[in-house]
């Protein structure tokens, strides 16, 4: 599959994440995790995306008309040289549905989070899901802000080369017990680095898995580990030696 196939893919993945199980975009996703240039085109596709649901959900009612719903997708939207013209189409389409359906309503309770299964629960399974991002920021400490504000798991301020990189964004999970996982994406040499933060619901998830040692499956490394009473998880397809320590305390030493 092509960078060009996957992309054309992708402009239909929808912002929700309502996709993310879909087998139509398995290939696609998988391809976009290891090209750090696919990914980063994707990232500005979602957000490009949810700028134009959010200027759509601003309107107070369907009185308000197209033209002024249209006015205020332009006004919000992600300017890039590289972005192919879609608003004529998307804007006036979604404009036009939405205000002939009344649709406004289903936009505005789209699912915070992206729900998960406790059956056949798998690490992997959570990078699976982890594109699209639900926040985007370059800093660590806006990322644990705004999972805080959504009562969700807050990871400890890496530790190692963690610490001095920048974050891509973050996600919450969610399960129907109630139990949450929090997400915080790092970009590590062109690599995403997935810190997974679980909360005392979920944390049982992870029992007997060894704590503190990289183990590999299918190109995935992933490492599960303990601190200040709270359970971790990383997974990335970096080389975990460029990652040094990752939590206070940890030698680098300790690595394989």
């Known amino acids: 599959m092509n960078k060009e196939t996957v992309r054309e893919i992708l402009s239909a993945y929808r912002p929700n994440g309502a996709d993310t199980d879909d087998p139509a975009f398995a290939e696609a996703l998988r391809h976009c995790r290891q090209d750090p240039e696919t990914a980063r085109w994707f990232e500005e596709e979602l ?3 949810r700028a134009v649901v959010a200027a759509l959900r601003s309107g107070d009612s369907p009185a308000e008309g197209r033209e002024t719903v249209l006015a205020q997708t332009a006004a919000t939207l992600p300017r890039s040289p590289t972005r192919r013209r879609r608003l004529p ?8 549905l939405l205000l002939g359906l009344g649709l406004f309503s289903i936009l505005s309770t789209a699912p915070e989070g992206t729900r998960f299964q406790r059956a056949g629960f798998t690490l992997a399974g959570l990078v699976e899901q982890a594109l699209p991002l639900q926040h985007e920021a370059p800093q660590f400490g806006a990322l644990a802000s705004w999972l805080a504000a959504r009562e969700a798991p807050v990871p400890a301020e890496p530790a190692g080369r963690l610490a001095h990189e920048p974050t891509v964004g973050c996600k919450v999970f969610a399960d129907d017990e109630g139990g949450r996982i929090s997400l915080v994406c790092f970009r590590v040499e062109g690599n995403l680095v997935h810190l997974f933060t679980f909360d005392d619901r979920t944390a049982g998830l992870l029992a007997g898995q060894p704590r ?5 499956h299918d190109g995935l490394h992933t490492k599960v580990f303990e601190q200040d009473g709270r359970t971790y998880a990383l997974a990335t397809e970096a080389n975990p030696a460029t990652l040094g320590p990752t939590r206070s305390g940890e030698m680098s030493a300790s690595l394989p």
């Open 47 to 49: 957000s490009f995306d």
């Open 89 to 96: 189409w998307w804007g006036g389409v979604a404009a036009a």
């Open 212 to 216: 503190g040692e990289w183990r590999d």
